[in-house]
């Protein structure tokens, strides 16, 4: 065991949270911890890190236990930078090599027993500590989060919300914590840094609690769900899939279980009522001493209404519904990406995923009209009409009732049939008359979504339709996207609702690429596996650059004007000498620079495969291979500064 909760009780102002909790974590497991929004899972990990204490049970954890916690709000020192707030993971590993150069020093003159066994045990320390390798190892987790190492002196403190908690990722991969707690460790990562971290994570072998509502991450990391339902927690062996499978099975077993029990209860309440004054008294009294007595079953809380959404059908387009052709995107003379082309018809759904600021939102202001195309076509067909999704929500209005907003797409709608539509997006009861301005970010997306779908638009253009929805919410928006009969163009890091909606995934690429397959997005990430990742070598990176990275000037800078930018720094008496080499010589020198000319390429051909073999979590995780790696990297670039000015020597005197 690493840490238990028993039968915990957590209340706020007079709320009870958890209700009698009890769960305990054991080494090595990978737990996913999941519930609906405000179910108590953010309470969990503050009760497990002290922050705050249980109203009562117990919290209990081994003697010496580290746990590392990623908080949604992370902050760093002023003045520090990318690379040392990573390495700040290291204090420890830092202090024994501070005190080993200090002994050092002293053993220049004190060369007793007791300094020496002294110096020697703090290199086994700094050895177990793996004090050879840690540079190394951090810079591999921040290349794989998707910090470029020209980032790596920027100030922490100036990052983006975003970025801190990239950073403070990668700090807790690297500290020296027994047990990870992760809340939302995918907010703020694109698809290629969640899938570094999927691997990371499968690698190492420390236990971890990790609640996040990206159901496609608890599928590849966890295997073990805890739900935290009606403040107690149901433990399942196995990924999210497959709890879902066990959750649904439990839940008709319960669901009988109340149902006998709460018959057997009224027939036995119905026995005590006719028999408790009559000649049958004692059996009364001994029956209602055991319903006292008796353990109720929990009823099935309900978490979406069932059956279907009613959708009425909309006016059908024509079979072609978009057409984009060999379309530039972006701003001015600022090309965020190009020669983008692909087709869809009519009931078709198309996927669009990507790195932030790759061109995702812009392709959608685009096709939509709100930008021009820098070049290239985007024709919409017939009887087309549009409905759009913002992540910024501006449609709502503070002051209305949630079903007064809903009606202003159904002016003449029934009530019944508005309540019921909107039960279908979780607002239950009286939920419908709150004001839109007092609810929380997450349902105003739920009211948005169930406004736009009931509008009967026959297309829809989704920009991030899952952001700040928890997962019972996602599944009621598939399910009503499921039975959808129009168009759909979504945007999405929600590879689990890629997967159940898209039909055709459109990939923005780091190298400024754009893939298109037909298929959802578990098909397209096999087959992206299956034909390797865009832009991994450096000879996608040169040519999906453009000529303006920093991989092109390093490659072709020399061929394309190093000899002139030599010639301009030569001195007059470097330019006297040139004119008195014997043809001998000159030709020396020559064949040598064109040796290093085909060498250097070759080179940095080289350090871009370590970079990549480094930033690979399995590597990252193997404390030999990385030191490997790291000390052949630092031969490879000093070789290659002898190289350079070997080149400019002989480019000076010739």
Same mark, same amino acid.
């Given at each position: 065991?690493?840490?238990?909760?028993?039968?915990?009780?957590?209340?706020?102002?007079?709320?009870?949270?958890?209700?009698?909790?009890?769960?305990?974590?054991?080494?090595?497991?990978?737990?996913?911890?999941?519930?609906?929004?405000?179910?108590?899972?953010?309470?969990?990990?503050?009760?497990?890190?002290?922050?705050?204490?249980?109203?009562?049970?117990?919290?209990? $954890?081994?003697?010496?236990?580290?746990?590392?916690?990623?908080g949604q709000h992370v902050d760093f020192e002023a003045g520090e930078s990318v690379h040392t707030a990573a390495l700040s993971a290291f204090q420890e590993i830092h202090d024994i090599e501070a005190e080993m150069r200090a002994?050092?020093?002293?053993?220049?003159?004190?060369?007793?027993?007791?300094?020496?066994?002294?110096?020697?045990?703090?290199?086994?320390?700094?050895?177990?500590?793996?004090?050879?390798?840690?540079?190394?190892?951090?810079?591999?987790?921040?290349?794989?989060?998707?910090?470029?190492?020209?980032?790596?002196?920027?100030?922490?403190?100036?990052? $983006?919300?975003?970025?801190?908690?990239?950073?403070g990722m990668a700090r807790l991969l690297l500290s020296n914590s027994d047990v990870l707690l992760l809340d939302e460790p995918t907010n703020h990562l694109d698809v290629d840094a969640v899938e570094w971290l999927e691997e990371?994570? $499968?690698?190492?072998?420390?236990?971890?609690?990790?609640?996040?509502?990206?159901?496609?991450?608890?599928?590849?990391?966890?295997?073990?769900?805890?739900?935290?339902?009606?403040?107690?927690?149901?433990?399942?062996?196995?990924?999210?899939?497959?709890?879902?499978?066990?959750?649904?099975?439990?839940?008709?077993?319960?669901?009988?279980?109340?149902?006998?029990?709460?018959?057997?209860?009224?027939?036995?309440?119905?026995?005590?009522?006719?028999?408790?004054?009559?000649?049958?008294?004692?059996?009364?009294?001994?029956?209602?001493?055991?319903?006292?007595?008796?353990?109720?079953? %929990?009823?099935?809380?309900?978490?979406?209404?069932?059956?279907?959404?009613?959708?009425?059908?909309?006016?059908?387009?024509?079979?072609?519904?978009?057409?984009?052709?060999?379309?530039?995107?972006?701003?001015?003379?600022?090309?965020?990406?190009?020669?983008?082309?692909?087709?869809?018809?009519?009931?078709?759904?198309?996927?669009?995923?990507?790195?932030?600021?790759?061109?995702?939102?812009?392709?959608?202001?685009?096709?939509?009209?709100?930008?021009?195309?820098?070049?290239?076509?985007?024709?919409?067909?017939?009887?087309?009409?549009?409905?759009?999704?913002?992540?910024?929500?501006?449609?709502?209005?503070?002051?209305?009732?949630?079903?007064?907003?809903?009606?202003?797409?159904?002016?003449?709608?029934?009530?019944?049939?508005?309540?019921?539509?909107?039960?279908?997006?979780?607002?239950?009861?009286?939920?419908?008359?709150?004001?839109?301005?007092?609810?929380?970010?997450?349902?105003?997306?739920?009211?948005?979504?169930?406004?736009?779908?009931?509008?009967?638009?026959?297309?829809?253009?989704?920009?991030?339709?899952?952001?700040?929805? %928890?997962?019972?919410?996602?599944?009621?928006?598939?399910?009503?996207?499921?039975?959808?009969?129009?168009?759909?163009?979504?945007?999405?890091?929600?590879?689990?609702?890629?997967?159940?909606?898209?039909?055709?995934?459109?990939?923005?690429?780091?190298?400024?690429?754009?893939?298109?397959?037909?298929?959802?997005?578990?098909?397209?990430?096999?087959?992206? *596996?299956?034909?390797?990742?865009?832009?991994?070598?450096?000879?996608?990176?040169?040519?999906?650059?453009?000529?303006?990275?920093?991989?092109?000037?390093?490659?072709?800078?020399?061929?394309?004007?190093?000899? %002139?930018?030599?010639?301009?720094?030569?001195?007059?008496?470097?330019?006297?000498?040139?004119?008195?080499?014997?043809?001998?010589?000159?030709?020396?020198?020559?064949?040598?620079?064109?040796?290093?000319?085909?060498?250097?390429?070759?080179?940095?051909?080289?350090?871009?495969?370590?970079?990549?073999?480094?930033?690979?979590?399995?590597?990252?995780?193997?404390?030999?291979?990385?030191?490997?790696?790291? %000390?052949?990297?630092?031969?490879?670039? *000093?070789?290659?500064?002898?190289?350079?000015?070997?080149?400019?020597?002989?480019?000076?005197?010739?």
């Amino acid at each position: 065991m690493l840490f238990r909760l028993s039968n915990v009780k957590k209340s706020y102002g007079g709320q009870e949270v958890l209700r009698g909790l009890t769960f305990q974590v054991n080494p090595g497991e990978k737990v996913g911890l999941v519930g609906r929004n405000g179910a108590g899972k953010t309470t969990v990990f503050r009760l497990l890190t002290g922050q705050e204490g249980a109203d009562s049970g117990e919290v209990v $954890s081994i003697n010496g236990l580290r746990l590392g916690l990623l908080g949604q709000h992370v902050d760093f020192e002023a003045g520090e930078s990318v690379h040392t707030a990573a390495l700040s993971a290291f204090q420890e590993i830092h202090d024994i090599e501070a005190e080993m150069r200090a002994l050092e020093k002293l053993m220049e003159t004190d060369h007793s027993q007791e300094v020496l066994d002294r110096y020697a045990d703090l290199q086994i320390k700094f050895e177990h500590a793996d004090g050879f390798t840690y540079a190394a190892r951090a810079e591999a987790i921040l290349i794989g989060l998707g910090f470029a190492r020209e980032s790596w002196q920027d100030n922490a403190a100036t990052l $983006s919300g975003g970025q801190k908690n990239r950073l403070g990722m990668a700090r807790l991969l690297l500290s020296n914590s027994d047990v990870l707690l992760l809340d939302e460790p995918t907010n703020h990562l694109d698809v290629d840094a969640v899938e570094w971290l999927e691997e990371f994570l $499968s690698e190492i072998d420390k236990a971890y609690v990790v609640i996040s509502h990206d159901r496609y991450f608890l599928d590849r990391t966890a295997s073990r769900i805890i739900e935290i339902e009606n403040g107690k927690a149901v433990d399942y062996k196995g990924n999210y899939s497959k709890y879902l499978v066990e959750r649904e099975l439990r839940r008709e077993q319960q669901m009988r279980e109340y149902e006998n029990q709460q018959s057997m209860i009224a027939k036995t309440e119905e026995f005590i009522r006719r028999n408790l004054e009559g000649q049958k008294t004692k059996q009364a009294k001994s029956r209602r001493n055991m319903l006292e007595r008796m353990e109720r079953i %929990d009823a099935v809380a309900a978490e979406k209404a069932g059956g279907s959404f009613g959708l009425k059908k909309v006016e059908r387009t024509g079979n072609n519904v978009l057409t984009v052709d060999e379309l530039s995107i972006g701003y001015g003379t600022r090309v965020l990406a190009s020669g983008i082309h692909f087709s869809l018809l009519r009931g078709e759904r198309l996927g669009i995923i990507g790195a932030n600021g790759t061109g995702k939102t812009t392709l959608l202001k685009t096709i939509l009209g709100d930008i021009r195309e820098l070049s290239g076509e985007v024709r919409w067909g017939t009887k087309v009409d549009i409905g759009y999704y913002s992540q910024t929500l501006t449609d709502l209005q503070p002051n209305f009732e949630v079903i007064q907003e809903l009606r202003k797409v159904a002016p003449l709608a029934d009530s019944g049939e508005l309540r019921s539509f909107l039960a279908r997006f979780l607002f239950f009861g009286d939920d419908v008359f709150k004001m839109v301005g007092d609810l929380s970010g997450g349902e105003k997306g739920r009211l948005s979504l169930a406004k736009l779908i009931y509008s009967r638009k026959n297309v829809l253009v989704l920009d991030e339709p899952t952001n700040h929805l %928890d997962i019972p919410a996602r599944e009621a928006l598939e399910d009503a996207l499921g039975e959808y009969d129009g168009t759909i163009v979504t945007v999405s890091h929600d590879r689990f609702f890629l997967d159940k909606i898209a039909t055709q995934i459109l990939s923005f690429e780091r190298n400024g690429s754009v893939l298109h397959l037909n298929g959802n997005y578990t098909e397209f990430h096999d087959w992206k *596996a299956a034909h390797g990742r865009a832009g991994t070598g450096l000879k996608s990176k040169l040519e999906g650059s453009n000529g303006s990275g920093s991989e092109s000037i390093s490659a072709v800078g020399i061929e394309a004007g190093g000899n %002139d930018r030599a010639a301009a720094e030569q001195t007059p008496g470097e330019s006297a000498r040139s004119r008195t080499l014997s043809k001998n010589e000159r030709k020396r020198i020559d064949d040598r620079i064109a040796a290093i000319e085909k060498l250097i390429p070759k080179l940095e051909a080289r350090t871009a495969e370590i970079a990549a073999e480094m930033s690979k979590p399995v590597v990252a995780a193997d404390f030999a291979k990385l030191k490997s790696l790291a %000390d052949e990297q630092a031969a490879v670039d *000093a070789e290659l500064a002898a190289l350079f000015e070997e080149w400019e020597k002989l480019a000076a005197m010739i």
